[in-house]
C-alpha cells in the first residue's frame, strides 16, 4: 500500500506585510519535501522568480488565483 502524499501549506502574505524575505522560510519547507511530497505557497501576488526557480530544479508548479486576490501555488516534483 502507498503511502498518502503530504502536503504543507506555507501563507507568506504575514511575512511579506511585515517587510520581510519569505525565501528562507520557503527554501527550508522545499527542501524538506520527500518525493510524494508537495507545498503550496500562498502569496499576495503571483511569485514568477520563485516559479521559474523551482521549475529549473525539477518542480512542476500548478497556480490559482485565489478570489480574495492571492496566488496559490503547488509545488511538487513530477
Excluded: C, Y
Aim: proline share 10%; hydrophobic share 40%; no cysteine.
Amino acid at each position: 500500500m502507498d503511502a498518502p502524499s503530504k502536503n504543507s501549506t506555507l501563507d507568506v502574505r504575514e511575512i511579506i506585510a511585515k517587510g520581510e524575505e519569505p525565501f528562507d522560510a520557503i527554501r527550508t519547507k522545499v527542501d524538506a519535501l520527500g518525493p510524494d511530497e508537495s507545498l503550496e505557497v500562498i502569496a499576495p501576488f503571483m511569485p514568477a522568480p520563485l516559479i521559474e526557480m523551482l521549475k529549473s530544479e525539477g518542480f512542476a508548479a500548478q497556480m490559482e488565483h485565489l478570489p480574495d486576490g492571492a496566488w496559490s501555488v503547488r509545488f511538487q516534483r513530477p
